[in-house]
């Protein structure tokens, strides 16, 4: 049986698996302090926005930003998000060596994002939730099991 590694808390054993841990990654040049910072900035196409998310110390607050609905979301938001998402969390584990390990040495493990607050991106708390990040961690520690 394939073993599952539940995560959401940034202190829990896999709280480096969370976009809210303090894993610096540089985009195109410029250093963001969370991936949670640089995925939630990228909703906007508006750059002053996309920099005070970017400047913003606490990543939960960088996320409260990303979901103020009284901005505009970028047109194409929809059809881009996991890539992203994607870009971000390779970034992070490409950037961050011992990390980068600590998530290969997961194996074949199912990596999920455990908790009742997102039906997207975790499990919903019971299962039913997409894991969207879950599974692009496990592509991601797919690639880099492959590159060298």
């Known amino acids: 049986m394939t073993q599952t590694i539940n995560f959401y808390r940034v202190a829990d054993e896999y709280g480096y698996f969370s976009n ?4 610096p990654i ?9 991936s949670e910072h640089y995925f939630q900035a ?10 005070c998310i970017r400047s913003e110390p606490s990543p939960m ?4 930003m990303g979901r103020d609905r009284s901005k505009s ?7 881009v998000k996991v ?7 390779r970034a992070k584990f490409d950037q ?9 040495a997961t194996g074949n493990a199912t990596i999920v994002e455990h908790t009742a607050n997102d039906r997207y991106w975790g499990d919903g708390g019971d299962g039913s939730g997409q ?17 060298p």
Do not use: C
């Open 26 to 34: 540089e985009m195109r040049g410029v250093v963001w302090p969370t």
């Open 20 to 23: 809210f841990a303090p894993f």
């Open 131 to 147: 894991n969207m990040l879950g599974k692009v961690l496990m592509e991601i520690r797919e690639e880099l099991r492959h590159s």
């Open 42 to 51: 990228q909703k906007f196409a508006d750059e002053g926005y996309r920099e």
């Open 61 to 64: 607050n960088a996320a409260r």
């Open 73 to 79: 979301l970028r047109p194409d938001w929809e059809s």
């Open 96 to 104: 961050h060596p011992a990390i980068r390990e600590q998530l290969i």
């Open 83 to 89: 890539e992203v998402m994607r870009m971000a969390v």
